[in-house]
């Protein structure tokens, strides 16, 4: 990597510093091509490493061990305690900086033939960008700009004042209060993160349920863990208006047609992302958009240009490090080898770090019922797996979709204190095509909460009052 090369003409300029243009530079290098990598915005990194995956789930695993600490699940235990809020908040910067570090500036310093510079990018013309006010040329390019958090156009929202996840990241006091706006995964995780470290939460949904993207009875086993934890949430629920008052601030909620008024520190708002394409001079080059930003791509991660792609948050959802990261490396692929390689979205698994955890891959029973007619499905409830009974955490459930005729498996739908770790067994049976029979063939260790896979499995074919934890 060079910082003070002045060549002006590269095979490849990149822009966007996070995970996928990162992971293009990565590849770019293996191909020994010129590349520009262009960082604006956010720190190198991105999202991930800054204000998404590295920070949140840092802030969620501190928020669960205080909520362990002061609500025992084991009668042998009872113990207090409490935080430090603005030394936890200086914990999760000194954890950023350093991965930040190592994962990033350090394996900059070792890509020999990507030269990097930070500033603002510009489309001039179809080959060249405008970085403060010098020009550079490009044979290829890939637009890793990623996505930023939508703002509503609320009546007083502005004018009141508000959080998005961002913000809320560097509060250095603990609201005694907060009104989530948005009951999605950055919403969920927020709320169940501030009220265990003693904030009072409510969340509104203007949807019929929290999470509508996952699995019915997923949403809802998650929405009963919540209630229980006392954050109040309200779905069907739409903003009216925010004002403030004596240094609060009230919320007009309409809920059953009736409007409710909420006074609270703060307003988080978690109503989903835009894509960040303004500015980029994209109009002088023909490169199409949607309404909230997002660069429109074909199969092969191609914009509207031959030579000009795209890749991770700035292509739309699903808005996942993992896929990102993916996309970079496919994008230069196919930008610099016209390797013609396409993504596999069907097989990616993604999680909500909330406690306990969701994880899903593949179809829904839904999906199902609209491809065959009818869903070969089973629902294991996690007080059935005997490692959560031996640690008394038996929340959740597991949820399986085979094909009909096959019995492959085409969907798993977990909520568990493990769930993210769980759901990897699913994602290679799902990408292998394998059925319910080689998982149940397959010894597990005992006990563990990836038996679950394996249990659910077993369901299709057995009693479960007739099962013990030796069976098979």
């Given at each position: 990597m060079n910082f003070s090369d002045k060549k002006n003409e590269f095979d490849l300029i990149i822009i966007g510093g996070g995970a996928a243009g990162f992971s293009a530079a990565i590849k770019a290098d293996e191909f020994k091509a010129d590349t520009l990598l262009i960082n604006s915005s956010l720190p190198i990194g991105g999202t991930c490493v800054n204000v998404g995956c590295i920070p949140t789930k840092f802030l969620l695993e501190v928020a669960d061990h205080y909520h362990q600490l002061n609500n025992s699940r084991f009668k042998s235990l009872n113990s207090s305690s409490k935080i430090d809020f603005a030394r936890l908040i200086e914990e999760k910067n000194e954890l950023v900086n350093s991965l930040r570090e190592v994962n990033y500036q350090n394996v900059l310093n070792n890509l020999p033939y990507v030269t990097y510079i930070e500033g603002y990018a510009r489309f001039i013309s179809d080959k060249e960008v405008e970085v403060e006010?010098?020009?550079?040329?490009?044979?290829?390019?890939?637009?890793?700009?990623?996505?930023?958090?939508k703002v509503l156009p609320i009546p007083g929202l502005k004018e009141t004042g508000f959080l998005t996840n961002r913000e809320a990241l560097e509060l250095n006091k603990l609201p005694e209060s907060f009104l989530v706006i948005g009951a999605g995964p950055i919403g969920l995780e927020f709320a169940q993160m501030f009220s265990r470290l003693g904030s009072k939460v409510i969340v509104v949904e203007l949807m019929e349920r929290i999470l509508p993207q996952v699995e019915p009875i997923v949403s809802e086993e998650l929405k009963k863990s919540l209630i229980e934890e006392n954050i109040k949430i309200y779905t069907t629920a739409k903003i009216q208006r925010v004002?403030?008052?004596?240094?609060?601030?009230?919320?007009?909620?309409?809920?059953?047609?009736?409007?409710?008024?909420?006074?609270?520190?703060?307003?988080?708002?978690?109503?989903?992302?835009?894509?960040?394409?303004?500015?980029?001079?994209?109009?002088?080059?023909?490169?199409?958009?949607?309404?909230?930003g997002f660069i429109k791509v074909d199969e092969f991660l191609r914009a509207s240009r031959l030579h000009i792609f795209a890749a991770g948050d700035i292509t739309g959802a699903p808005?996942?490090?993992?896929?990102?990261?993916?996309?970079?490396?496919?994008?230069?692929?196919?930008?610099?080898?016209?390797?013609k390689t396409k993504m596999d979205y069907s097989i990616i698994p993604y999680a909500i770090f909330t406690s306990p955890q969701i994880a899903s891959i593949g179809i829904k029973e839904e999906d199902s019922m609209r491809i065959f007619g009818n869903c070969l499905c089973q629902m294991v409830k996690m007080d059935r797996i005997p490692k959560a009974k031996i640690i008394n955490d038996t929340k959740g459930l597991i949820y399986m979709v085979l094909h009909p005729e096959s019995k492959k498996i085409l969907g798993v739908h977990i909520v568990s204190r493990l769930a993210s770790e769980i759901i990897h067994e699913a994602t290679l049976a799902i990408k292998l095509g394998l059925t319910i029979e080689d998982i149940i063939d397959t010894v597990h260790i005992f006990p563990t909460f990836s038996e679950a896979i394996k249990i659910v499995s077993q369901s299709?074919?057995?009693d479960m009052s007739k099962m013990s934890c030796c069976v098979e």
């Open positions: 006010g010098r020009r550079f040329s490009g044979s290829k390019f890939i637009i890793a700009t990623g996505s930023s958090p004002r403030k008052q004596d240094g609060k601030k009230l919320a007009d909620v309409e809920i059953e047609n009736k409007i409710q008024t909420f006074l609270v520190d703060e307003i988080l708002l978690a109503t989903g992302l835009v894509g960040n394409s303004k500015d980029l001079g994209l109009e002088n080059v023909g490169i199409e958009t949607d309404k909230d808005w996942l490090e993992t896929v990102a990261a993916k996309e970079g490396n496919i994008a230069a692929q196919n930008a610099l080898k016209n390797a299709f074919n057995r």
